[in-house]
């Protein structure tokens, strides 16, 4: 069964770092390329970074240089570190697959991500 579970959110200033956690997958973690979005208030969810099986990356223009996702493979388990974080990073973060585009598992409740001063 699959049901995702973010944590590791949390309220930094700016120029700070979290790490999020997202665990829960199950057996679609060896299929499918993981990703990490967010959605911040009054806007879309937007697709942050994903990685795949292979552990090939890639990331949204906002945020290149400054965040790195990985994978624990052992432990069905994704992380985002997230550093020199900006105000404009305050969202509510989220994981799930990003299969040509598709996230294929239902939402969990996320993990706010608040970056002020």
């Known amino acids: 069964q699959v049901q995702l579970v973010e944590s590791g959110g949390g309220l930094v200033q700016p120029g700070g770092s979290l790490r999020l956690s997202c665990a829960g997958f199950?057996?679609?973690?060896?299929?499918?390329?993981v990703a990490w979005y967010r959605q911040a208030p009054g806007k879309q969810r937007e697709l942050v970074a994903t990685i795949a099986t292979g552990d090939t990356t890639s990331y949204a223009d906002s945020v290149k240089g400054r965040f790195t996702i990985s994978r624990d493979n052992a432990k069905n388990t994704v992380y985002l570190q997230m550093n020199s974080l900006k105000p404009e990073d305050t969202a509510v973060y989220y994981c799930?697959?990003?299969?040509?585009?598709?996230?294929?598992?239902?939402w969990g409740q996320g993990t706010q991500v608040t970056v002020s001063s």
């Open positions: 199950g057996y679609i973690f060896s299929i499918y390329p």
């Open positions: 799930n697959t990003n299969f040509r585009g598709a996230a294929l598992a239902s």
